[in-house]
C-alpha cells in the first residue's frame, strides 16, 4: 500500500521532538487534533507509571490501526466475526515526563502510516473524534432516566444549544461581529455568522443564516430576526466589512448602533488593492496599520495619513479615497469614543474561518 504522510497539516498543529506539554491529556488532546486534521484516528495507551505516586511517566498515543486484534472473545459460533481493522501501523507519539521541569516531553514522533488515511468528509466518524462532552453525557443520561429516547435527548440539546446563544449572546451581545465571507456553498449562496468574545476573551457564536442573496432586503430580514430572537437587544458596536447593502440595512433596523468596519476585511482589500506596495519589504503594511490602531488623536491621524499618501504617491487611489470617507469606522481616533471590548476582528475572523473549514464543505446540502 506505501507509506502514506498527511500533507495538509499546518506546522503549527504538527507534533515534533522536543515539544513540550504541561499535562499527558493536553499533549493527547493536541495529538488527536493532529489526526483530526490528518484524517486517522487515534488511540492512547499507558507505557510507565509511578507506583508510588500514580504519576504517568511516559505515555504513548498511536493510530488506531497500530498492532493486530487478537482473537474475538466473544461466542465462537457468532455469524458476524469483528472485522479486521488494524494493519501495524507505527505512526505514534511518545512521551515522557521530564522530574526537573514536571512537563511531558516528546520523546519520539513518527508520521509515516501504512494505510490509506481517512476521506476529510469521513473525520467526524472516526473513533477518536466521536465525542460527547461531560456536560452532554450528564444531560442525556439524565433524561434517559426520564424515559426520553435517544432521538428525542438529541432533539432536546439541539434546542439548549439555541438557547445557550441565546444567553451567550444576553452577556456578551454588545459587542459583535456579522461576516459573510468565509464561502460560499455550490448554489452561491453566502452563509452569514454573528461572533463576539466572552470573558475570557473566546470565540462565542451567536447565530448563524445561510442566505439567498446579499441585498439589503435579505439583510433587513436577517438582522430583524436575529434580534427578534435575542429580546430585540441591539448590539453596541457591530463590525462588518464594506459591503454597502449590509451597512444600508444596518442603518435601517439598528440605527443606534455603531457600524465599525473590520480591520481583516480591510487588511484583504490593502492586498487587492495595493499590493504592490507590499512587496520589496516596503514600510507601507506598517504605516497603514499605524493609522489604525496607534493614533488615538484627530489631528495626530490626519497628519499622518496624509505623509503616508504621499510618502507611496498614491494621493489618487479610488480605493484609499473611499476608505478616507469612512475614517470614523475604523480608525482609533475615533472608533475610541465607542465601546469595542478590544475587539478589532482580525483575529477572530481569522481563526473562526480556520475552524469552519474543518467542519463545513461547500458541496454540504442544507441538513
Not at 48 to 59: A, D, L, Q, Y
Not at 144 to 153: I, P
Not at 268 to 291: I, M, P, R, T, Y
Not at 295 to 323: A, C, H, P, Q
Request: proline share 2%; charged share 25%.
Amino acid at each position: 500500500m506505501g507509506i502514506h504522510v498527511p500533507s495538509n497539516v499546518p506546522m503549527e498543529s504538527t507534533p515534533f521532538k522536543g515539544m513540550e506539554f504541561e499535562a499527558d491529556e493536553i499533549a493527547y488532546d493536541f495529538y488527536n487534533e493532529y489526526g483530526r486534521k490528518a484524517s486517522f484516528s487515534i488511540r492512547k495507551e499507558y507505557v510507565n507509571k509511578c507506583e508510588k505516586t500514580g504519576v504517568v511517566t511516559s505515555r504513548r498515543f498511536v493510530c488506531a490501526k497500530e498492532g493486530v486484534r487478537g482473537k474475538d472473545k466473544r461466542d465462537q459460533n457468532i455469524k458476524n466475526p469483528r472485522a479486521e481493522t488494524r494493519c501495524g501501523c507505527e505512526a505514534r507519539l511518545v512521551i515522557i515526563l521530564n522530574r526537573d521541569s514536571k512537563k511531558y516531553v516528546v520523546n519520539e514522533f513518527i508520521a509515516e502510516h501504512n494505510h490509506y488515511l481517512h476521506l476529510a468528509s469521513t473525520v467526524h466518524m472516526m473513533p477518536s473524534q466521536r465525542k460527547v462532552a461531560a456536560t452532554h453525557a450528564i444531560e442525556i443520561d439524565l433524561a434517559h432516566e426520564s424515559g426520553l429516547r435517544l432521538k428525542q435527548s438529541y432533539e432536546l440539546l439541539s434546542k439548549q444549544a439555541d438557547a445557550r446563544m441565546i444567553i451567550n449572546y444576553s452577556h456578551f451581545g454588545d459587542v459583535i461581529t456579522f461576516d459573510t465571507t468565509y464561502s460560499k456553498n455550490r448554489d452561491a449562496r453566502p452563509l452569514g455568522v454573528f461572533l463576539g468574545l466572552n470573558h475570557h476573551r473566546e470565540t462565542v457564536i451567536f447565530g448563524g443564516a445561510l442566505l439567498y442573496d446579499e441585498t439589503i432586503e435579505s439583510f433587513v430580514w436577517l438582522f430583524e430576526t436575529f434580534l427578534e430572537a435575542m429580546s430585540e437587544k441591539k448590539p453596541i458596536t457591530i463590525f462588518i466589512d464594506q459591503d454597502v447593502a449590509m451597512s444600508a440595512a444596518i442603518k435601517v433596523v439598528m440605527p443606534k448602533t455603531y457600524h465599525a468596519l473590520c480591520s481583516w476585511h480591510m487588511w484583504q482589500n490593502v492586498e487587492k488593492h495595493l499590493g504592490h506596495l507590499l512587496k520589496n519589504e516596503s514600510q507601507f503594511n506598517n504605516d497603514f496599520l499605524a493609522c489604525i490602531y496607534e493614533y488615538d488623536g484627530e489631528d495626530e491621524f490626519l497628519t499622518s495619513w496624509n505623509e503616508m499618501l504621499g510618502k507611496y504617491d498614491v494621493r489618487e487611489n479610488k480605493w484609499l479615497i473611499d476608505l478616507f470617507k469612512l475614517k470614523e469606522k475604523w480608525a482609533q481616533a475615533y472608533v475610541k469614543r465607542t465601546f469595542t471590548a478590544g475587539m478589532k476582528t482580525t483575529q477572530l475572523i481569522e481563526s473562526f474561518n480556520a475552524d469552519l473549514k474543518d467542519c463545513l464543505r461547500t458541496d454540504f446540502n442544507i441538513v
